[in-house]
């Protein structure tokens, strides 16, 4: 079975790859290339944008040093190697990263690609008045020097035991500086004819934005690779919402490829079942997940109290609580009914790459009976018969809020029941999207705010290196009315244990040791406090056309990091 | 009736004025972060920074007047730099949007056509169809007509257009593939051909916004000639021998459109504003998705721009719709 | 609690109908059939019953309307199925015995979520429609007929006509959905809350509409004869005014009730609207569209029941209309 299974495995490779060289003989043979991101993208310079979708717009254009390859791995774009410590590239004490360019490049008007541009992106990112949207990728760079024309060494405040910040990805991807010179600082606002068309080294380059709406791309006859992309144009349309995005590609094919599919698994499913075209996923660093307020968001505190350290939470202060509220949830049907394929229940708020998750399973189970003993057990028993327990006169009953999401509802609601059933009774709050994921510091639905008890919502990383996100749950990451609520702490996560470990984490280098560190500690904010309550991996969804071929979705970089390669299927 | 007008424009200038006044502050209260859609990945270090690059670091009254004075003098100088050739508005900064740090007027000025075309397009269409229907409607009320019409028209209201457009996408692009689903703005019309396809990409979306528009106005049309059909004269006209065609177009349906022109004065504004939904579900990106998609990203300049060129409209229109009444209906003075 | 509104607004029409004279009108020439100004009391509302009683569309659209209002009010007593009960094992089915409409994608069961969806939608509908007439005639008479208040009421109508809707909904939901909860309970704080919010965002159009018809009939001769007479302002637009923009008002009052209803749903998932766990028409009609070739009848169901109820609404109105009208009555 498993011998079968490898041989069809190398058969679809094998089939892959001659369909792969039949379409690489030429470039531009292969017509129009037509994506959909229901997002529109709203410029095409990522330095001043924070959204994957002007992020993915971009990397048709522009490229970094080194980019993620889908299994995290970091391979080099503009770059002739990766640096390391064997090759010289990182220094002996980790202060120093030095990077080389590829012989030859030039940007998409025929000059030449040189060290001077990789100088000059760190300097437009790190200009004082730019509002630089990528600024913490260059954190902590002392200065940024060219050796040579190929040559450019970054050095650090401090040692870096992970250096790929900078430059690595499509979010950090090289500026020319001939086209952004007069774009510094104050003045990057001001250059709207640059924003909306960078000179790039990518395979396509941009003949009409219309930001928001549409963009038109044609080939780069600069591109570095003589037989590539195969197709000629490619053209990038936004607008409407994510189940209009697939029904385009998967049941009237008038689109080539559509990107963040967040529909139900069952619309999702029918739509496939016309067979015009295939799902795409993959699972990185996103997780949907409860975080418990280890705070009192009561509305009887006053305005400046609410949600602080200084009250702690009167219910969800006991771990017991926590836990039986995670036991009496069944993460598989949650995700059977809000994910399907595209998503996958999980115990841990790191879920990639493999070496650096958990190895933790016990959530999985539903236990309601253990979730009653435990409560029961801590204190918290039904004495009126109501069906809500209560413990030294306070009801076991929580507000329980997320923002606007048709899965996120459903899922609000299943969890309001299981709770209902362990005796603890669910008031449900939905905010906007743009509210609640906004950080105003005068509205009282934020999510760093938390003035409910409970909250829902996706945490993301950046890269393949979890170390900044594990380090938000850090005691001096807490939102406070004294820090405008700004910081990353939402669920007020404070234990000295985990600080220590934030700290040791800043000192580690090597991917082993950080994974194993980053296991610990993400086993801390979940199975050991339960204060963290991851629910599903998400995956990274995009539908594609049978009509094309060469897509593989990556879900650390853009999903168009090998778009050089996409042809149309015969 | 000419110091009316004139009188009027002069109070539209103190109105207007409080009007992006009340506008500014409600945007400025209204809770939502023009960083709210940054992902949770940025630290609030970089946000800071970037909140300050958008000038949101200076107090509210400070970025008001410079509102006031970009809208009002620094857009006209470029303008005139731009027919002139002139350059007055060197190194004045414009209204730029939130979003794509892009002049919000460039914006603006990309979606129009496309809103005009659709919108405007749906609005005329509606407009047509309702006048004769709610006229044949009323004058033969309780006909099988004026049954199917109310009931078509009711439905067609009640049913709101995000469900109207999906049943439509759904019937003919995917299962009879007449029509595309998705609105292509890039597209051009060059000849005959290019100008069916245009035709074809717009049927469905006008079809939607007509229906809706069509049911709202016929119903008015139709009260309204049900109302002065009863009416005395129209006997009189009748009695003087008039023909029927000459009472009803020419007496009751004159005496009727009152109503009609205060509710297609405040739909032509609207008509600017562009159709959110169907917008949204059609992708044609007009100046309702632009609209939406600011408010969504709390894109003030944006956002107080074109709710402030919709208040011109409305206030324009209202004045148009008051000259109308007068016009229609002599008796009526304000002076 | 709708029906006794109704009842209200029945009596508040008998009312008017009571002391609305009948309204002679010429443009061109003197009546040639003058009624007589009238002195019929309790009688005449008996013949606005018996004349609307003979509409036929009217009364099949109160037998249904009546209908709707039970199936909503009475439904949930008799089928007592939980509509918020999820049962993981029962998604999607389709008709059966035990969810005689089936059940959403959750397994909650259809019928009982639209005999409770109905009940708010209904009441938003029509308390938010009732909000913003009573709000747009008022300020549309006083506009139209007293011409000091003219302009500044027609700029405040501009300014609201102006004012981006979203933005404003937000701040509203922001500032009292706390306040109103705490000081009348979390639903009837919200209830409160959208309620408001609609009829203070959609009395504009009415207000423009009477206004215009209001100039118009101010300068008709039935109107300047009461004015020779002394009779005061409140009674002249109560008792000549009023009756005369009765149609138009119907008209924007029916249009107005399913826009209500849809209102209330885009605010609900605006996040702005009712908890999710409180289904209303215009939600489980949003919540089916993505679904709606898989289960047509979702959607299917939640739409009709609005149409119906806005159709009922119209018919309703028609009848009445034609039924307080003396030119009409006894035709």
Same mark, same amino acid.
């Given at each position: 079975?498993?011998? &079968?299974?490898?041989?069809?495995?190398?058969?679809?490779?094998?089939?892959?790859?001659?369909?792969?060289?039949?379409?690489?003989?030429?470039?531009?043979?292969?017509?129009?290339?037509?994506?959909?991101?229901?997002?529109? /993208?709203?410029?095409?310079?990522?330095?001043?944008?924070?959204?994957? &979708?002007?992020? @993915?717009?971009?990397?048709?254009? @522009? !490229?970094?040093?080194?980019?993620?390859?889908?299994?995290?791995?970091?391979?080099?774009?503009?770059?002739?190697?990766?640096?390391?410590?064997?090759?010289?590239?990182?220094?002996?004490?980790?202060?120093?990263?030095?990077?080389?360019?590829?012989?030859?490049?030039?940007?998409?008007?025929?000059?030449?690609?040189?060290?001077?541009?990789?100088?000059?992106?760190?300097?437009?990112?790190?200009?004082?008045?730019?509002?630089?949207?990528?600024?913490?990728?260059?954190?902590?760079?002392?200065?940024?020097?060219?050796?040579?024309?190929?040559?450019?060494?970054?050095?650090?405040?401090?040692?870096?035991?992970?250096?790929?910040?900078?430059?690595?990805?499509?979010?950090?991807?090289?500026?020319?500086?001939?086209?952004?010179?007069?774009?510094?600082?104050?003045?990057?606002?001001?250059?709207?004819?640059?924003?909306?068309?960078?000179?790039?080294?990518?395979?396509?380059?941009?003949?009409?934005?219309?930001?928001?709406?549409?963009?038109?791309?044609?080939?780069?006859?600069?591109?570095?690779?003589?037989?590539?992309?195969?197709?000629?144009?490619?053209?990038?349309?936004?607008?409407?919402?994510?189940?209009?995005?697939?029904?385009?590609?998967?049941?009237?094919?008038?689109?080539?490829?559509?990107?963040?599919?967040?529909?139900? /698994?069952?619309?999702?499913?029918?739509?496939?079942?016309?067979?015009?075209?295939?799902?795409?996923? !993959?699972?990185?660093?996103?997780?949907?997940?409860? &975080?418990?307020?280890?705070?009192?968001?009561?509305?009887?505190?006053?305005?400046?109290?609410?949600?602080?350290?200084?009250?702690?939470?009167?219910?969800?202060?006991?771990?017991?609580?926590?836990?039986?509220?995670?036991?009496?949830?069944?993460?598989?049907?949650?995700?059977?009914?809000?994910?399907?394929?595209?998503?996958?229940?999980?115990?841990?708020?790191?879920?990639?790459?493999?070496?650096?998750?958990?190895?933790?399973?016990?959530?999985?189970?539903?236990?309601?009976?253990?979730? &009653?003993?435990?409560?029961?057990?801590?204190?918290?028993?039904? !004495?009126?018969?109501?069906?809500?327990?209560?413990?030294?006169?306070?009801?076991?009953?929580?507000?329980?809020?997320?923002?606007?999401?048709?899965?996120?509802?459903?899922?609000?609601?299943?969890?309001?029941?299981?709770?209902?059933?362990?005796?603890?009774?669910?008031? @449900?709050?939905?905010?906007?999207?743009?509210?609640?994921?906004?950080?105003?510091?005068?509205? /009282?639905?934020?999510?760093?705010?938390?003035?409910?008890?409970?909250?829902?919502?996706?945490?993301?990383?950046?890269?393949?290196?979890?170390?900044?996100?594990?380090?938000?749950?850090?005691?001096?990451?807490?939102?406070?009315?004294?820090?405008?609520?700004?910081?990353?702490?939402?669920?007020?996560?404070?234990?000295?244990?985990?600080?220590?470990?934030?700290?040791?984490?800043?000192?580690?280098?090597?991917?082993?040791?950080?994974?194993?560190?980053?296991?610990?500690?993400?086993?801390?904010?979940?199975?050991?406090?339960?204060?963290?309550?991851?629910?599903?991996?998400?995956?990274?969804?995009?539908?594609?056309?049978?009509?094309?071929?060469?897509?593989?979705?990556?879900?650390?970089?853009?999903?168009?990091?090998?778009?050089?390669?996409?042809?149309?299927?015969? | 009736?000419?110091?009316?007008?004139?009188?009027?424009?002069?109070?539209?200038?103190?109105?207007?004025?409080?009007?992006?006044?009340?506008?500014?502050?409600?945007?400025?209260?209204?809770?939502? $972060?023009?960083?709210? $859609?940054?992902?949770?990945?940025?630290?609030?270090?970089?946000?800071?920074?970037?909140?300050?690059?958008?000038?949101?670091?200076?107090?509210?009254?400070?970025?008001?007047?410079?509102?006031?004075?970009?809208?009002?003098?620094?857009?006209?100088?470029?303008?005139?730099?731009?027919?002139?050739?002139? $350059?007055?508005?060197?190194?004045?900064?414009?209204?730029?949007?939130?979003?794509?740090?892009?002049?919000?007027?460039?914006?603006?000025?990309?979606?129009?056509?496309?809103?005009?075309?659709?919108?405007?397009?749906?609005?005329?269409?509606?407009?047509?169809?309702? *006048?004769?229907?709610?006229?044949?409607?009323?004058?033969?009320?309780?006909?099988?007509?004026?049954?199917?019409?109310?009931?078509?028209?009711?439905?067609?209201?009640?049913?709101?257009?995000?469900?109207?457009?999906?049943?439509?996408?759904? *019937?003919?692009?995917?299962?009879?593939?007449?029509?595309?689903?998705?609105?292509?703005?890039?597209?051009?019309?060059?000849?005959?051909?290019?100008?069916?396809?245009?035709?074809?990409?717009?049927?469905?979306?006008?079809?939607?916004?007509?229906?809706?528009?069509?049911?709202?106005?016929?119903?008015?049309?139709?009260?309204?000639?049900?109302?002065?059909?009863?009416?005395?004269?129209?006997?009189?006209?009748?009695?003087?021998?008039?023909?029927?065609?000459?009472?009803?177009?020419?007496?009751?349906?004159?005496?009727?459109? *009152?109503?009609?022109?205060?509710?297609?004065?405040?739909?032509?504004?609207?008509?600017?504003?562009?159709?959110?939904?169907?917008?949204?579900?059609?992708?044609?990106?007009?100046?309702?998705?632009?609209?939406?998609?600011?408010?969504?990203?709390?894109? *003030?300049?944006?956002?107080?721009?074109?709710?402030?060129?919709?208040?011109?409209?409305?206030?324009?229109?209202?004045?148009?719709?008051?000259?109308?009444?007068?016009?229609?209906?002599?008796?009526?003075?304000?002076? | 609690?709708?029906?006794?509104?109704?009842?209200?607004?029945?009596?508040?029409?008998?009312?008017?109908?009571?002391?609305?004279?009948?309204?002679?009108?010429?443009?061109?020439?003197?009546?040639?059939?003058?009624?007589?100004?009238?002195?019929?009391?309790?009688?005449?509302?008996?013949?606005?019953?018996?004349?609307?009683?003979?509409?036929?569309?009217?009364?099949?659209?109160?037998?249904?309307?009546?209908?709707?209002?039970?199936?909503?009010?009475?439904?949930?007593?008799?089928?007592?199925?939980?509509?918020? +009960?999820?049962?993981?094992?029962?998604?999607?089915?389709?008709?059966?015995?035990?969810?005689?409409?089936?059940?959403?994608?959750?397994?909650?069961?259809?019928?009982?979520?639209?005999?409770?969806?109905?009940?708010?939608?209904?009441?938003?509908?029509?308390?938010?429609?009732?909000?913003?007439?009573?709000?747009?005639?008022?300020?549309?008479?006083?506009?139209? +007929?007293?011409?000091?208040?003219?302009?500044?009421?027609?700029?405040?109508?501009?300014?609201?006509?102006?004012?981006?809707?979203?933005?404003?909904?937000?701040?509203?939901?922001?500032?009292?959905?706390?306040?109103?909860?705490?000081?009348?309970?979390?639903?009837?704080?919200?209830?409160?809350?959208?309620?408001?919010?609609?009829?203070?965002?959609?009395?504009?159009?009415?207000?423009?509409?009477?206004?215009?018809?209001?100039?118009?009939? =101010?300068?008709?001769?039935? %109107?300047?004869?009461? =004015?020779?007479?002394?009779?005061?302002?409140?009674?002249?637009?109560?008792?000549? %005014?009023?009756?005369?923009?009765?149609?138009?008002?119907?008209?924007?009052?029916?249009?107005?009730?399913?826009?209500?209803?849809?209102?209330?749903?885009?605010?609900?998932?605006?996040?702005?609207?009712?908890?999710?766990?409180?289904?209303?028409?215009?939600?489980?009609? +949003?919540?089916?569209?993505?679904?709606?070739?898989? +289960?047509?009848?979702?959607?299917?169901?939640?739409?009709?029941?609005?149409?119906?109820?806005?159709?009922?609404?119209?018919?309703?109105?028609?009848?009445?209309?034609?039924?307080?009208?003396?030119?009409?009555?006894?035709?």
């Amino acid at each position: 079975m498993i011998c &079968k299974k490898k041989t069809l495995l190398t058969a679809t490779a094998l089939g892959a790859m001659t369909l792969a060289t039949s379409a690489m003989a030429e470039r531009g043979t292969d017509g129009q290339l037509n994506l959909l991101l229901w997002q529109a /993208p709203s410029t095409l310079n990522v330095y001043l944008s924070t959204g994957t &979708k002007d992020m @993915l717009a971009s990397s048709l254009i @522009l !490229e970094p040093l080194a980019a993620f390859a889908p299994d995290g791995e970091i391979v080099p774009r503009l770059a002739a190697e990766i640096p390391s410590m064997e090759n010289g590239g990182i220094s002996e004490d980790m202060t120093q990263i030095t990077w080389k360019l590829k012989e030859g490049l030039k940007w998409s008007d025929g000059s030449d690609v040189t060290a001077e541009d990789v100088k000059f992106t760190a300097d437009y990112c790190m200009s004082e008045e730019g509002g630089c949207s990528q600024a913490a990728k260059f954190d902590a760079i002392a200065s940024v020097e060219v050796v040579d024309p190929l040559t450019v060494t970054i050095t650090f405040d401090s040692p870096r035991p992970y250096p790929f910040q900078a430059f690595v990805g499509s979010q950090a991807p090289i500026l020319q500086k001939a086209q952004f010179e007069n774009c510094l600082g104050a003045a990057a606002a001001t250059c709207t004819e640059a924003n909306f068309g960078p000179i790039g080294t990518g395979p396509f380059m941009v003949t009409d934005f219309r930001t928001n709406d549409v963009a038109s791309f044609e080939v780069n006859p600069e591109y570095r690779e003589a037989d590539k992309p195969a197709f000629a144009n490619v053209n990038l349309k936004g607008g409407g919402d994510s189940a209009a995005a697939a029904r385009a590609v998967l049941e009237t094919g008038e689109y080539d490829y559509a990107w963040n599919i967040q529909i139900s /698994p069952e619309t999702l499913n029918q739509m496939l079942a016309a067979g015009m075209g295939k799902l795409e996923v !993959e699972f990185g660093a996103t997780t949907e997940h409860l &975080k418990m307020n280890m705070t009192d968001p009561s509305p009887d505190l006053p305005e400046g109290e609410r949600s602080t350290v200084a009250h702690p939470h009167p219910i969800l202060s006991d771990e017991n609580v926590r836990r039986a509220l995670s036991m009496a949830i069944d993460r598989n049907i949650l995700n059977e009914i809000g994910y399907g394929e595209t998503g996958a229940a999980t115990c841990n708020m790191v879920n990639g790459p493999a070496e650096f998750a958990a190895d933790n399973t016990d959530c999985l189970t539903q236990d309601i009976e253990g979730a &009653k003993a435990l409560l029961e057990e801590a204190g918290w028993t039904d !004495e009126d018969g109501d069906g809500i327990r209560e413990k030294d006169g306070r009801k076991l009953s929580l507000l329980f809020q997320t923002s606007v999401n048709a899965v996120r509802q459903d899922f609000q609601a299943l969890i309001k029941q299981w709770w209902q059933e362990i005796g603890v009774q669910t008031e @449900l709050k939905t905010v906007d999207a743009s509210v609640f994921f906004g950080s105003d510091p005068n509205s /009282p639905d934020t999510l760093v705010k938390f003035y409910a008890d409970v909250e829902m919502y996706t945490d993301v990383y950046d890269g393949t290196d979890p170390g900044t996100f594990l380090a938000e749950h850090a005691c001096d990451a807490i939102p406070s009315p004294e820090n405008q609520w700004q910081g990353e702490n939402a669920a007020r996560f404070c234990f000295e244990e985990y600080d220590a470990m934030v700290e040791q984490m800043s000192q580690t280098s090597g991917t082993e040791a950080r994974a194993a560190l980053a296991q610990e500690m993400d086993l801390m904010l979940t199975r050991d406090t339960m204060v963290l309550q991851p629910l599903i991996s998400r995956g990274r969804v995009s539908v594609s056309s049978n009509a094309l071929a060469g897509v593989q979705m990556n879900p650390w970089d853009s999903e168009f990091w090998n778009v050089a390669d996409w042809s149309r299927a015969e | 009736m000419l110091t009316f007008v004139i009188r009027r424009l002069l109070l539209a200038i103190p109105t207007l004025l409080f009007i992006s006044l009340v506008i500014f502050l409600l945007l400025e209260l209204s809770p939502g $972060d023009p960083l709210g $859609d940054v992902p949770l990945t940025v630290p609030p270090e970089v946000k800071e920074r970037m909140r300050e690059a958008l000038g949101l670091g200076r107090p509210w009254p400070v970025r008001y007047v410079l509102w006031l004075k970009q809208f009002f003098y620094v857009e006209p100088l470029y303008w005139i730099d731009g027919i002139f050739r002139t $350059d007055f508005s060197q190194g004045m900064q414009r209204i730029i949007s939130f979003q794509s740090r892009s002049p919000v007027f460039d914006v603006i000025a990309q979606r129009v056509p496309q809103t005009l075309t659709v919108v405007g397009m749906s609005y005329l269409i509606g407009v047509m169809i309702a *006048i004769p229907i709610g006229i044949i409607s009323a004058y033969k009320q309780y006909s099988w007509f004026d049954q199917l019409g109310t009931f078509v028209s009711m439905v067609g209201f009640s049913m709101p257009t995000f469900f109207t457009g999906v049943v439509l996408i759904i *019937i003919f692009g995917v299962k009879l593939q007449w029509f595309p689903s998705i609105y292509d703005t890039t597209h051009q019309v060059t000849d005959w051909d290019s100008f069916l396809v245009q035709v074809r990409q717009m049927v469905m979306p006008v079809t939607v916004l007509a229906l809706y528009n069509a049911a709202q106005i016929s119903r008015f049309m139709r009260a309204s000639m049900l109302d002065n059909l009863g009416q005395d004269y129209v006997r009189t006209a009748r009695a003087k021998g008039l023909g029927e065609r000459t009472v009803v177009m020419k007496h009751v349906l004159r005496n009727s459109l *009152i109503p009609v022109v205060t509710v297609i004065a405040l739909g032509l504004p609207a008509v600017f504003g562009g159709a959110i939904i169907t917008e949204q579900v059609f992708k044609v990106n007009g100046l309702g998705q632009l609209l939406i998609s600011a408010i969504h990203a709390n894109d *003030i300049p944006m956002v107080l721009t074109l709710t402030f060129i919709f208040a011109i409209l409305i206030v324009i229109f209202t004045l148009i719709a008051d000259i109308l009444y007068g016009i229609l209906d002599p008796r009526i003075r304000y002076d | 609690m709708t029906e006794t509104e109704r009842q209200q607004r029945l009596d508040r029409e008998e009312l008017v109908a009571e002391t609305a004279g009948p309204a002679p009108v010429s443009t061109e020439l003197p009546p040639d059939d003058p009624v007589h100004a009238g002195e019929e009391t309790r009688s005449q509302w008996r013949d606005v019953w018996r004349q609307f009683r003979s509409h036929t569309g009217a009364m099949v659209a109160l037998v249904l309307f009546i209908g709707v209002i039970l199936f909503v009010t009475i439904g949930p007593y008799i089928w007592t199925a939980d509509p918020a +009960y999820v049962d993981i094992l029962a998604r999607n089915t389709g008709f059966t015995a035990e969810h005689p409409l089936g059940t959403d994608q959750l397994g909650r069961d259809m019928l009982a979520r639209l005999m409770v969806g109905g009940r708010v939608s209904i009441a938003v509908g029509l308390t938010a429609m009732i909000l913003a007439i009573t709000l747009g005639s008022l300020i549309g008479v006083l506009s139209g +007929y007293f011409r000091r208040l003219d302009a500044p009421l027609m700029r405040l109508t501009e300014l609201f006509l102006a004012l981006p809707l979203l933005p404003l909904l937000l701040l509203m939901v922001t500032l009292f959905r706390e306040p109103l909860s705490q000081a009348f309970g979390p639903a009837m704080g919200i209830f409160l809350l959208i309620v408001s919010a609609i009829g203070a965002t959609s009395w504009m159009q009415s207000a423009r509409i009477v206004r215009g018809d209001v100039l118009g009939l =101010k300068e008709r001769e039935f %109107i300047l004869a009461a =004015k020779s007479i002394g009779t005061p302002a409140p009674r002249m637009i109560l008792r000549h %005014i009023l009756p005369n923009v009765l149609s138009p008002i119907m008209v924007a009052a029916t249009l107005g009730i399913a826009t209500a209803i849809i209102t209330e749903s885009a605010l609900s998932f605006l996040g702005l609207g009712f908890p999710p766990d409180f289904p209303t028409w215009g939600r489980l009609l +949003y919540d089916a569209v993505d679904q709606m070739q898989m +289960y047509p009848t979702r959607v299917i169901l939640p739409g009709l029941l609005i149409s119906l109820t806005v159709l009922c609404v119209n018919y309703i109105g028609d009848g009445l209309r034609d039924a307080m009208d003396p030119r009409i009555r006894g035709r």
